[in-house]
C-alpha cells in the first residue's frame, strides 16, 4: 500500500483570525471599567432599594445587583460621566496611539 502524499504547494493557508481593531478593545474595555464604576457608585448610593422591596430575602439582593450592574452599563453605553472616554484616550496612548489623545494631567 502506497501513502499518500499531500502536495504542500497546493495546500491553501490557514485562515487568520479576525480581531476587532486595537481602538475598538480599549474603547469597549474603557467602557467596561466605566460600567463597574458606575455600579459600585450606584450600590452605595442605594439605587434600586425600595422601602418595602418585594418582600425582602437573598433573592431581591440578588436580582438587584443585576438591575444595578445592567443600568451602569447602559448608563456607560450613552456616554457615562466621561470616565470611559479619559481611560481610552490613556489606554490608546499607552498603546502607541496618539500621545496627543492621552489626557492632560
Same mark, same amino acid.
Given at each position: 500500500?502506497?501513502?499518500?502524499?499531500?502536495?504542500?504547494? *497546493?495546500? *491553501?493557508?490557514?485562515?487568520?483570525?479576525?480581531?476587532?481593531?486595537?481602538? =475598538?478593545?480599549?474603547?469597549?474595555?474603557?467602557?467596561?471599567? =466605566?460600567?463597574?464604576?458606575?455600579?459600585? $457608585?450606584?450600590?452605595?448610593?442605594?439605587?434600586?432599594?425600595?422601602?418595602?422591596?418585594?418582600?425582602?430575602?437573598?433573592?431581591?439582593?440578588?436580582?438587584? *445587583?443585576?438591575?444595578?450592574?445592567?443600568?451602569?452599563?447602559? $448608563?456607560?453605553?450613552?456616554?457615562?460621566?466621561?470616565?470611559?472616554?479619559?481611560?481610552?484616550?490613556?489606554?490608546?496612548?499607552?498603546?502607541?496611539?496618539?500621545?496627543?489623545?492621552?489626557? =492632560?494631567?
Amino acid at each position: 500500500m502506497r501513502p499518500t502524499v499531500t502536495d504542500p504547494v *497546493s495546500l *491553501s493557508p490557514a485562515p487568520i483570525p479576525t480581531q476587532p481593531p486595537q481602538t =475598538e478593545r480599549l474603547r469597549a474595555l474603557a467602557q467596561e471599567f =466605566e460600567a463597574a464604576f458606575l455600579a459600585q $457608585m450606584l450600590k452605595d448610593a442605594g439605587f434600586g432599594k425600595a422601602p418595602d422591596g418585594f418582600g425582602g430575602g437573598m433573592g431581591e439582593d440578588q436580582m438587584q *445587583s443585576f438591575l444595578i450592574e445592567e443600568q451602569a452599563r447602559v $448608563m456607560a453605553r450613552a456616554g457615562g460621566i466621561g470616565l470611559g472616554e479619559t481611560v481610552f484616550r490613556y489606554l490608546t496612548a499607552q498603546a502607541g496611539g496618539d500621545p496627543a489623545a492621552a489626557p =492632560e494631567a
